[in-house]
Nanobody, 119 residues
Framework: QVQLVESGGGLVQPGGSLRLSCTAS????????MAWYRQAPGRQREWVATLNPGSRTNYPDSVRGRFTISGDNAKNSVYLQMNSLQPDDTAVYYC?????????????WGQGTQVTVSS
C-alpha cells in the first residue's frame, strides 16, 4: 500500500530556513506528480508546490522565489526547501502523491509535519 512519511518540520525564527522531506513507499511506479500543501488552523488547505513528471515545477505567488521543490527518484523522495520563512508560513505541511497511470487517478497524503515560524 502507498505510504508517505514527512519529516523536517520544526520551530524557526522569521527569516530562517527549513528543509522538509517526504519518502514514499509502496506500488507507486514512475512519472507521478508530487506536491506540497499546507494548512493553518481556521484556513483552507493551500497548495504550495508541484513537481511534475520531467522535473517541471509550479509554485503559487505566495512562495515563489522562497520555496523550492525537488525530488530524488532513486529514493522515492520529494523535498521542500523553504527560505525566508515568515510567520504566515506557519502551518502543517503535507506531502502529496498523485498516481496517474491507474484506472482511477488517486491522491495520497502524508501525515503532515508542523512548521512554526515565530520569534
Amino acid at each position: 500500500q502507498v505510504q508517505l512519511v514527512e519529516s523536517g518540520g520544526g520551530l524557526v525564527q522569521p527569516g530562517g530556513s527549513l528543509r522538509l522531506s517526504c519518502t514514499a513507499s509502496g506500488s507507486i511506479g514512475n512519472n507521478n506528480v508530487m506536491a506540497w500543501y499546507r494548512q493553518a488552523p481556521g484556513r483552507q488547505r493551500e497548495w504550495v508546490a508541484t513537481l511534475n513528471p520531467g522535473s517541471r515545477t509550479n509554485y503559487p505567488d505566495s512562495v515563489r522565489g522562497r520555496f523550492t521543490i525537488s525530488g530524488d527518484n532513486a529514493k522515492n523522495s520529494v523535498y521542500l526547501q523553504m527560505n525566508s520563512l515568515q510567520p504566515d508560513d506557519t502551518a502543517v505541511y503535507y506531502c502529496s502523491l498523485i498516481l496517474l497511470k491507474v484506472a482511477q487517478p488517486t491522491q495520497y497524503w502524508g501525515q503532515g509535519t508542523q512548521v512554526t515560524v515565530s520569534s
